[in-house]
């Protein structure tokens, strides 16, 4: 069975870049994505760039849904850009904190994304499909596994329908994190988020940064073939696929793609996958 897909963009600085990605889209289109979701900046850093990539995949003709963070963010600011998105045609957001810009001090009037989720509610009803992110490594910032989990029950609890994950390369970190939920009485979708392996350097800075675990195995391969291109994107194609057919087997509810504004490595996967 084929299951639902979709695919991660983030904001272009420049015209080329644009362009650029609005050729990438297309040829994601291709594979009937479900919906299309668009990142947003530290801070909200990108907030006209991120609903301009909304309002034009929507003119393409696919379902978009616009990242949305509340670190620095009023009330007030929040209800007139879920306005802005309302106009739109906008129907699902991705609820996130967020990422402090450098140099900024804890501001703004919602301290966690179940703040913002609450909120959203409060302000829109089911005006909007609220996904929220998960973390099946444990957040890097989280006091323990079980305050994650927790932070995670309090975005269910007030009011996310689906959540999507940080990646991983661990498929039993992906269904352990499913079952503690389960135990928790929390039954939203939790749809995995792959990242196709393309580079080892991005890989590792990306991880570092986010906290997802590299396994040592992948580590040490992807260290084996020092600059050699083309073994690091067949060994990757090799890894993210078996990832996808295990998560696949095993019952995930759909793939959400870390494009990375790139199309081969994802679509490559995806024809492996058949």
């Not at 073939?225 to 696929?241: N, P, Q, R």
Request: net charge neutral; proline share 5%; charged share 20%.
């Amino acid at each position: 069975m084929r299951l639902p897909l979709s695919f991660e963009f983030f904001p272009t600085k420049t015209p080329e870049g644009a362009v650029k990605l609005r050729a990438v889209r297309q040829q994601l289109y291709a594979r009937k994505p479900e919906f299309c979701s668009v990142t947003y900046g530290a801070g909200g850093s990108t907030h006209q760039g991120t609903f301009g990539a909304v309002q034009e995949i929507l003119s393409e003709g696919v379902d978009a849904a616009s990242h949305f963070s509340c670190i620095g963010a009023t009330r007030a600011t929040v209800r007139e850009q879920l306005a802005e998105l309302k106009a739109m045609g906008v129907k699902r957001l991705v609820a996130l904190r967020g990422d402090l810009p450098s140099g900024y001090g804890i501001g703004g009037e919602f301290l966690y994304a179940s703040d913002l989720v609450a909120f959203i509610r409060e302000e829109t009803g089911r005006d909007f499909h609220i996904e929220v992110a998960c973390y099946p490594e444990v957040h890097p910032q989280a006091r323990s596994p079980e305050a994650d989990l927790q932070a995670f029950a309090a975005k269910v609890k007030a009011g996310a329908d689906s959540a999507i994950t940080q990646y991983f390369f661990s498929p039993e970190a992906y269904f352990r994190f499913v079952d503690d939920t389960r135990k928790l009485g929390l039954d939203v979708p939790i749809v995995p988020g792959i990242m196709p392996i393309t580079s080892s350097t991005q890989l590792m800075r990306f991880s570092d940064a986010c906290g997802a675990e590299i396994p040592r195995w992948i580590r040490l391969r992807l260290q084996g073939f020092g600059d050699d291109t083309a073994s690091i994107k067949a060994f990757g194609l090799d890894v993210v696929t078996d990832l996808c057919a295990r998560l696949q087997g095993g019952g995930a509810p759909a793939l959400h793609f870390y494009t990375m504004n790139q199309s081969v490595a994802t679509l490559a996967v995806l024809e492996r996958l058949g």
